[in-house]
């Protein structure tokens, strides 16, 4: 079932980022569904579910624009190694660090496409690029993530976690 | 994870995955198309409302500038005639009626902030090949054609960061030379006029045309407007920025012209 949101999910933020991303523009730049909502979940589900959503979510991406089927799958991997963030908590609650996953992994993002366009002969504008798109994105992606993640919590709250220790109840 | 990629990119670069980036577009562009059409009406209301002013003051605008363009029909109506007269008399056919072209609605845009390119629901069974040039209804330059699929083909819009147009501004005063330069893209969907000499005579309001030179665009196809000029002192060119003669936000339909191949399509 969970599988099945989020598959749903995918196709609702390909489907967003062609019909109604150019309507929506904060800072010069249209939010990016699909990494908000695989960063969103990943932050929620973790790693597991991380490494099988964003190959998913990346090739699907691909498939529907102009970039090179793949560049999605390797802009986004990065998601997986920022789910240690999720551990180090540094604040109480997992709200923060999931933003910080989103601002991060947007970062990412713009810096490995740009690279591997780059590689296919597309010549992207580095630094233009950068500040227009990429760090832009970084605050408006997390912006967005602030509403998304909630909701995605709501929908699909994470997995109990196990905790073992003298004076604490095992939760299973 | 890192190898899947690097082999779909491999794959992807050889095109051997085209048929299932057909298939892709062939279920997500209804998609994409039906939530472009909620939200165009939503848009234009929430514009509406927030610029009412506005509205008023370009409706008055478009008065004015109705009525100066039918004094200009008017005595273009009077050219035009004497321009036929001298079109006979020079033996001179300057005609794009032989020309062909497949009209394409416009599917989905594409949603990387880094490029300017947009989907559209012809391919190589209706005879696109990449390079063919595109235009809008009303036959300005909108692109050029780089990716072709069966059924569908994405289309690299002028305002692409890897668009460049050699472009010659057509001068006010018939009597100036035309200055030659190139018309390129920006990140944020502008034009730009760049390495026009600088002693080039060019005034806001010229238009901007493709030269034909480098034989990747006919000759003679609107660019744009030129806009603001930028000129700075010692520099051995000059750079102005353009409006776009097509409206390429709000594309729906567009001409692919199939008569016309670019060099590379062409041969010896």
């Known amino acids: 079932m969970k599988y099945l949101v989020a598959v749903t999910g995918i196709f609702l933020a390909i489907a967003f980022a062609g019909g109604l991303s150019p309507y929506v523009r904060v800072l010069g730049v ?36 102009t970039d090179p089927v793949g560049t999605s799958i390797l802009a986004l991997s990065p998601i997986v190694f920022l789910l240690m963030l999720r551990e180090l908590r540094p604040a109480e609650s997992d709200f923060v660090p999931a933003l910080l996953i989103v601002s991060a992994a947007s970062l990412a993002y713009g810096l490995i496409t740009m690279a591997v366009l780059a ?11 950068l500040l227009r798109v990429v760090l832009p994105s970084m605050l408006v992606n997390p912006l967005f993530a602030s509403v998304v993640y909630p909701l995605l919590k709501r929908l699909n709250p994470a997995p109990r976690r196990q905790h073992f220790g003298v004076g604490s109840a095992v939760q299973l | 994870m ?12 050889s095109r051997t995955l085209d048929p299932a980036q057909n298939l892709s577009l062939t279920v997500t562009a209804p998609v994409q198309t039906g939530l472009h059409d909620l939200a165009d009406p939503v848009d234009d209301f929430l514009q509406g409302v927030f610029n009412r002013g506005d509205l008023k ?44 072209f497949v009209a394409a609605d416009v599917i989905a845009p594409d949603p990387s902030p880094l490029k300017h390119a947009i989907a559209i629901d ?17 036959g300005s330059l909108v692109g050029t054609v780089f990716r072709v699929y069966d059924d569908f083909a994405w289309l690299r819009l002028i305002t692409d960061t890897n668009s460049a147009v050699s472009a010659l501004v057509l001068p006010g005063d018939a009597k100036e ?21 600088s002693g080039a005579k060019v005034t806001e309001g010229d238009l901007v045309t493709t030269s034909g030179l480098g034989g990747n665009y006919p000759s003679s196809l609107l660019l744009g407007t030129v806009t603001s000029i930028e000129e700075r002192p010692q520099a051995v060119f000059t750079k102005a920025t353009l409006e776009p003669a097509a409206d390429l936000g709000a594309l729906d339909t567009v001409l692919v012209m199939t008569s016309f191949l670019p060099v590379r399509l062409a041969g010896p």
């Not at chain 1, 590689?119 to 690029?129: E, R």
């Not at chain 2, 030379?177 to 000499?197: I, T, W």
């Open chain 2, 2 to 13: 890192l190898g899947l990629s690097l082999i779909s990119i491999l794959l992807s670069e």
């Open chain 1, 30 to 65: 249209a939010p990016d569904a699909m990494l908000i909502f695989v960063a969103c979940w990943a932050a929620l589900r973790g790693e597991r579910e991380a490494m099988l959503l964003v190959p998913a979510a990346g090739l699907l991406k691909d498939l529907a624009t």
């Open chain 1, 119 to 129: 590689a296919a002969g597309d010549g992207v504008p580095f630094v233009p690029s």
């Open chain 2, 57 to 100: 003051r370009e409706n008055q605008a478009l008065r004015e500038e109705l009525e100066r363009l039918q004094g200009q029909v008017a005595a273009g109506e009077d050219a035009e005639r004497r321009l036929a007269e001298l079109e006979e008399a020079l033996n001179f056919t300057q005609s794009r009626s032989e020309d062909t």
């Open chain 2, 177 to 197: 030379a035309a200055a030659r330069g190139v018309v390129a893209g920006d990140l944020n969907g502008r034009l730009s006029l760049e390495m026009l000499p």
């Open chain 2, 122 to 138: 012809r391919g190589s069974r209706d005879g696109l090949d990449e390079g063919m040039v595109v235009l809008s209804r009303s």
